[in-house]
């Protein structure tokens, strides 16, 4: 049976996304994640990451919310997926491509 959720008010004061300690070692992965400015006044839509196994392969979907496009990548592992993600963003070694679906407007690209 399908339950209804209630919505959240945020999150407590001073915490983002959890343990702040166990995230410093991904800065790209939390940076994806979470800034909210490209500088002052310059708003960003933050990015969002999609873990799935296909074909029996563990992987990974970028999507860059605000320029609309999404990046995929083979992981190794389950227990090693962080670091290859943070990897990957950090050296800017993914293939970026156009999201088909125009999240701004809520309808398909052209």
């Known amino acids: 049976m399908l339950h209804r959720r209630s919505k959240p008010n945020g999150s407590p004061a001073g915490e983002k996304y959890g343990e702040q300690k166990a995230w410093d070692k991904y800065p790209s992965l939390v940076e994806f994640l979470t800034q909210t400015e490209w500088a002052p ?8 990451l999609t873990i799935f196994v296909t074909d029996g392969r563990l992987k990974v979907c970028f999507n860059d919310k605000d320029a609309n496009y999404s990046a995929f990548a083979s992981l190794d592992s389950l227990c090693e997926c962080l670091k290859e993600m ?16 125009d999240n701004a407007k809520g309808k398909k690209g052209k």
């Open 41 to 48: 006044n310059e708003p960003r839509q933050v990015g969002s």
């Open 86 to 101: 943070e990897a990957l963003l950090a050296k800017d070694d993914l293939d970026w491509r156009k999201n088909a679906w």
